[in-house]
């Protein structure tokens, strides 16, 4: 392994998601002198790979890494499958709807279709959330038995007043999400936001994905339409897929 390289990745993984760090706080995290991690960040950000933000010393991530990130979301399968239901989903639901994959135990949005209102909207392609507050991850938990002990081995991070942060109760919440086939959030993961989610399926019935409407939380709970038109969305991915069924089979047990 190359030590520098390594150095880089691990700086690139600290400031994922929403994060801001200066050089002293990313020093810390790795145990380096603040001087290398200097060093590596300056290179970093002459890539655009790192930028600093116009006030104050602290970094976050850079432009370029968009690009590399949309030429990796393109060879995804199941997001190339997706995009076209979403967009479906987002016109007859009135809401914005993600696509989530399982990333080093939190959820990537790999695909995010603004609501159809017209009005401004960040894009939250590349955003990660952990998979305890949110609907997407609950969904990838429910059916993936040794991702559940993984991620609910470690401290869950309470990201609001409603976020559920005992892992014995976000285990038990797991069975209804596969009864249902649907996992539910109200302001776990943001105040004033709430989403809800289906299983993605691939070609082998495995679950490799997962479709959420997300909505405001004046307009909690989803409506039966709401909810049907997800159904929908999420078993036409999956067919595209190639899945045999919908929706999945329970998962097997850890081993």
Not at 69 to 74: A, E, F, I, K, R
Not at 143 to 165: E, G, N, Q, W
């Amino acid at each position: 392994m190359i030590q520098s390289i390594d150095r880089a990745a691990k700086i690139l993984a600290l400031l994922q998601g929403s994060r801001r760090m200066g050089i002293s706080e990313l020093a810390a995290a790795l145990d380096l002198p603040p001087s290398t991690v200097h060093g590596i960040v300056k290179s970093l950000q002459a890539h655009g790979l790192v930028a600093q933000q116009p006030s104050g010393n602290r970094y976050v991530l850079g432009p370029a890494l968009l690009k590399l990130s949309s030429v990796y979301l393109d060879t995804l399968d199941v997001r190339a499958r997706a995009m076209r239901w979403m967009h479906e989903l987002s016109s007859r639901t009135g809401f914005a709807t993600r696509l989530g994959a399982e990333l080093f135990g939190e959820v990537i949005v790999i695909h995010h279709d603004r609501r159809p209102d017209g009005t401004e909207q960040m894009p939250e392609t590349g955003l990660t959330i952990p998979s305890h507050a949110s609907a997407l991850g609950k969904v990838l938990l429910a059916y993936d038995a040794a991702h559940a002990t993984d991620a609910l081995s470690r401290p869950l991070a309470a990201l609001t007043a409603d976020t559920v942060t005992d892992p014995d109760r976000v285990r038990e919440g797991l069975e209804e999400v596969r009864r249902q086939a649907l996992g539910f959030e109200n302001e776990e993961a943001v105040i004033g936001e709430s989403s809800v989610a289906a299983p993605i399926c691939a070609e082998d019935g495995e679950v490799v994905a997962a479709v959420a409407v997300v909505m405001p939380s004046n307009e909690w709970p989803p409506t039966d339409a709401v909810v049907g038109a997800l159904r929908d969305a999420a078993r036409s991915i999956s067919r595209d897929l190639g899945a045999p069924t919908w929706p999945p089979r329970p998962p097997a047990p850890a081993g």
